[in-house]
């Protein structure tokens, strides 16, 4: 993916960085993690714990979009991948990046994304509503987005009419894998949803965020190549 620069922002994450870390290694590949200026009292322990140096990024607010540009002005490429701390693309999410950024159809690109919760050595994903998808636009090209500094949203304007139709959403197959409730307590996101709440959430939003497991209906979610992965690096962290 040498023409596409994957940016992490980093906050108060420690066990899925070390995840998200472990599973970018697997993969051979070296995003730029980037730290978040009102944290730079964390530099040392998060550099100790990928093993290499981190960016940082002036940011006033209280979510990372509150400074957009200035993130996205990290990037060594024009092309951008943005995944956060507790998320990871699948194999099929990320050979379609590459496809997309060569041949692209639009200046950005959407992903579905599945709230996932780890029991009994297996991954269950959040059993959506009939017809709900959660569309998160992470691949975009950041010379010809228009940058918003809002809360829950890609960083840039997508219209609201934008669908999830081919020319601009990835295949069904091509996911994105959100584990905010497999390495965050309880009360580590009634506190993250707070300070989202800071800086406006909706109160659907906030609601929806910090909702306990036994409240969703869940299903088992089939992936091999995450669910091994995953069982290494548990594995790594016993040893």
């Known amino acids: 993916m040498k023409n ?74 024009d092309w951008v991948l943005r995944i956060d701390c507790d998320e990871v693309p699948n194999l099929a999410m990320l050979e379609h990046c590459k496809k997309f950024s060569a041949r692209p159809t639009d200046h950005y690109c959407g992903f579905d994304r599945d709230d996932l919760i780890w029991q009994d050595d297996h991954f269950d994903r959040l059993a959506y509503a009939p017809l709900f998808v959660d569309s998160q636009y992470r691949l975009f090209n950041r010379n010809k987005v228009k940058v918003i500094e809002k809360v829950h949203t890609p960083g840039f304007h997508v219209p609201k009419w934008k669908l999830p139709f081919p020319f601009w959403h990835a295949p069904r197959s091509a996911r994105l894998y959100h584990l905010q409730r497999v390495f965050l307590s309880y009360q580590q996101r009634l506190e993250k949803s707070a300070r989202y709440d800071s800086g406006g959430q909706s109160a659907q939003l906030s609601l929806w965020n910090t909702r306990l497991d036994d409240s969703f209906k869940w299903k088992p979610m089939r992936d091999d190549a995450l669910t091994n992965i995953f069982l290494q690096w548990t594995q790594s962290k016993e040893a």
């Open 4 to 77: 596409i620069s994957i940016l992490i922002p980093i906050y108060e994450e420690t066990a899925a960085l070390s995840f998200s870390k472990f599973y970018f290694d697997q993969l051979v590949l070296n995003p730029t993690y980037v730290l978040d200026s009102k944290r730079i009292d964390r530099r040392d322990e998060v550099e100790a714990l990928l093993g290499r140096s981190v960016a940082i990024y002036e940011n006033p607010g209280s979510f990372y979009e509150a400074n957009f540009q200035n993130f996205l002005d990290l990037a060594d490429t």
